[in-house]
Structure formats: structure tokens, C-alpha cells
């Protein structure tokens, strides 16, 4: 099982493009997670679902949007790249009450 | 509000020396606890969690944490520490009532020879 992946694993956006964060899981875990990691600031949740159609926002929600189309996939969505935007993205996915289990990562640098 | 506060930004040890991170919580009820460890370039592997029962819980790694609802702690140890254990670690807490978990801002541990 391949767990958590997370595509791409490096990219750079100038100002103002688009981009789709890639999360996919093979555990059937129904919740599944976005946070952002800034230096110093630990991790910040920015949307979660608990199932397939059902998403809702996290504490730092604002310039992203999702969708859950299935339950193995979860996508992160930037429409409009600003610099505050550059981090490491973690996918999280957990079941019911329980441990969550993390992607590798994406690292996103915004020029 | 629930909040996780990691006192220690930075924490240096000699290898072999013993090692304790700090841990606090500001939860309406028992959350569960959880630590991760962060190894440079790396997703966050689940060192140990505390769910109910025992308060003291045994992790991967020879690490164990100590669960104290009246000092709203969960500080995690380790009797003698290795070099690879450098790493960055975060505590995290999660709502019994829900789905939704927070993170400590995390300590960063170097080990010395």
C-alpha cells in the first residue's frame, strides 16, 4: 500500500497563476486533511472532508478551495498564487477519531 | 479555544543523555494526544498517542509520553537519546467531538555527540 502521496513534490508559481495540489489515499480512510507548515508556525489546517461530497474549512481556509469527488482523492486548488502562499502543503487522511497519517509533502515557492 | 503550546523552540542534547519536550493543552474536555516527529524534508511520522486508559503510553522509538489532566500536560520522554533522533516534534491534540486536530508550533532537537 502506498499509504498517503502528494503530487507534485516541488513547484514554483509566479503571482497570480493556478495550480492543483495532488492528494490521494489507499487506506479508505473517510477523512482527509490540508494543512500548510510555515517556519516557526507548526502545522495550520486549511480544508478537510469527511467524505466523499463533503468538504469544510480548516483555520486558514482563505485562497484555496477543494472538492471530494471520491474517497481516495482530495485536491487542493490556489486560483490566484500570492507569496503568502509559499509553504509545504501536508494531506493528511485518518479514520473516525483516530490517527491521522501524512504525505511526504509539497513544497510551493510563489515569485 | 483548543490551543497546544510547545514551549521549547529548541532543545540540544548530548548523545545518550535523557530527554524531555514539553507539552501543554488548552482543551474544554480530554482530547486525544498525539506526538509526531518531522525528520528534515519529511511528512510527520506518529511517535505514540493517548486515547484513554493508561497515562503513561510507550511510542516507537523508545519514547513514551505521560498524560496529566491537572497540569493539561503530555510531556514526551526518552531515557537516552540517539543521533538520529534529531528531528523536529510536534504535539497535536484532537476533539473527541469531532474530526479537527491542532498542532503545537514544535520543538527542533539536536543531539550532540
Known amino acids: 500500500n502506498a499509504g498517503v502521496t502528494q503530487t507534485p513534490k516541488f513547484r514554483i508559481l509566479k503571482i497570480g497563476q493556478s495550480m492543483t495540489l495532488q492528494c490521494a489515499q489507499d487506506?479508505?480512510?473517510?477523512?482527509m486533511y490540508w494543512y500548510r507548515q510555515d517556519p516557526g508556525m507548526g502545522l495550520k489546517l486549511i480544508y478537510y472532508?469527511?467524505?466523499?461530497?463533503?468538504?469544510d474549512k480548516g483555520e486558514v481556509p482563505n485562497g484555496y478551495n477543494v472538492s471530494r469527488s471520491t474517497t481516495e482523492d482530495f485536491p487542493l486548488r490556489l486560483e490566484l498564487a500570492a507569496p503568502s502562499q509559499t509553504s509545504v502543503y501536508f494531506c493528511?487522511?485518518?479514520?473516525?477519531?483516530?490517527?491521522?497519517?501524512f504525505g511526504p509533502g509539497t513544497r510551493l515557492l510563489v515569485l | 479555544a483548543q490551543s497546544v503550546t510547545q514551549p521549547d523552540i529548541h532543545i540540544t542534547v548530548s548523545e545518550g543523555a535523557s530527554l524531555e519536550l514539553r507539552c501543554n493543552y488548552s482543551?474544554?474536555?480530554?482530547?486525544?494526544l498525539f506526538w509526531y516527529v518531522q525528520s528534515p524534508g519529511q511528512g510527520l511520522q506518529l511517535l505514540l498517542k493517548?486515547?484513554?486508559?493508561?497515562?503513561l503510553v510507550q511510542g516507537i522509538k523508545g519514547f513514551e509520553a505521560e498524560f496529566k489532566r491537572s497540569q493539561s500536560s503530555f510531556n514526551l520522554r526518552k531515557p537516552s537519546v540517539h543521533w538520529s533522533d534529531a528531528a523536529e516534534y510536534f504535539c497535536?491534540?484532537?476533539?473527541?467531538?469531532?474530526?479537527?486536530?491542532?498542532f503545537g508550533t514544535g520543538t527542533s532537537l539536536t543531539v550532540i555527540p
Open positions: 493528511a487522511t485518518s479514520g473516525f477519531q483516530e490517527t491521522q497519517y
Open positions: 487506506m479508505n480512510h473517510n477523512y
Open positions: 472532508s469527511v467524505g466523499a461530497g463533503i468538504t
Open positions: 482543551y474544554g474536555a480530554t482530547p486525544y
Open positions: 493517548y486515547f484513554s486508559g493508561d497515562t
Open positions: 497535536a491534540v484532537g476533539a473527541r467531538t469531532g474530526n479537527q486536530f491542532y
